[in-house]
């Protein structure tokens, strides 16, 4: 492995644009569970209870006491050094996208800038009603919380099962993956459209493909490189030489 390491990192350095996809395996070295790991969250959870319209429909407070949990959760951890790893190459890339299907926002937290989030923030309300956007960073939103504008009740501002991606994020998400010589693709299992099919893109238009998880996915047979590790390790060795 150490030999494709050398060689990535030498095709990294020296590309001027650059897209990476994460996923939930980039958080996991923070303590997050991931969604389909051995602990994955889904676990104690039913996804299709807690995380879709009809859910919240249904039962509100239900829906709301799983993203309070999420909050609680999230407030007690912090990025680390993959997402770290990113921020440095994003700041030695002309052109570099991170796209990520992770709702945690230690993306941001971290420092990316040119960043996707293309499910959403779990940190960003929204009113079901007037439609205004807020960001709220309380770690419990209570049990129905309401629009400081109309009383609407408010909902998380992230894609839940059943909904479109926005149109806008998910066009630029696509673009950069076509456009870039370098694609890479970390801690995701690559199941879930439509960001499963972007490096597929990616390679089609002649970018080289790179997959860092710790196990082999359905998309590791197109991968021109396929790193087996934990991201908060493989991503630092990547950017290394860069300063
Ligand atoms: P998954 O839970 O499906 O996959 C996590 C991936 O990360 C797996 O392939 C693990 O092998 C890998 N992994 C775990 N720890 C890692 C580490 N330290 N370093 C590198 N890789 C590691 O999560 P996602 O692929 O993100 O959608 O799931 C995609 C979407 O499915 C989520 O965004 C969510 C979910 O339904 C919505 O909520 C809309």
Redesign the pocket.
């Known amino acids: 492995m150490e030999k494709d390491i050398n060689e990535l990192r030498e095709i990294i350095t020296t590309s001027n644009r650059v897209t990476v996809l994460t996923?939930?395996?980039?958080s996991?070295?923070s303590g997050l569970p991931?969604?389909?790991?051995a602990d994955?969250i889904w676990r104690n959870h039913e996804?299709t209870d807690v995380?879709t319209p009809q859910a919240f429909a249904g039962d509100p407070e239900l829906v709301w006491e799983f993203y309070n949990w999420r909050r609680n959760l999230l407030s007690k951890v912090t990025f680390n050094d993959?997402h770290k790893a990113l921020v440095k190459l994003e700041n030695h890339v002309d052109d570099f996208t991170l796209i990520t299907?992770?709702?945690d926002g230690l993306h941001r937290e971290a420092g990316s800038k040119r960043l996707l989030e293309i499910?959403g923030n779990l940190w960003d309300v929204k009113c079901t009603q007037c439609g205004l956007l807020n960001l709220d960073r309380s770690q419990d939103m209570g049990r129905l919380p309401k629009c400081t504008k109309c009383e609407g009740l408010l909902r998380p501002n992230?894609?839940?099962?059943g909904e479109s991606l926005d149109p806008d994020i998910l066009g630029k998400a696509f673009d950069a993956a076509r456009n870039c010589e370098v694609m890479l693709i970390?801690?995701?299992?690559?199941?879930?459209q439509p960001?499963a099919s972007l490096s597929l893109h990616a390679k089609q238009g002649g970018a080289v493909v790179a997959e860092?998880?710790?196990?082999k996915?359905p998309q590791s047979g197109h991968m021109n490189f396929v790193l087996t590790?934990?991201?908060?390790e493989i991503l630092p060795m990547l950017v290394e030489s860069l300063d």
Not at 34 to 37: A, D, E, L, Y
Not at 158 to 161: L, R
Not at 186 to 192: L, Q, Y
Request: glycine share 24%; no cysteine; net charge neutral.
């Open positions: 996923g939930a395996g980039i996991a070295e991931t969604f389909r790991g994955g996804v995380a993959g299907q992770n709702v499910h992230v894609v839940w099962f970390v801690g995701t299992s690559g199941i879930v960001a860092i998880n710790l196990e996915t590790g934990k991201a908060g």
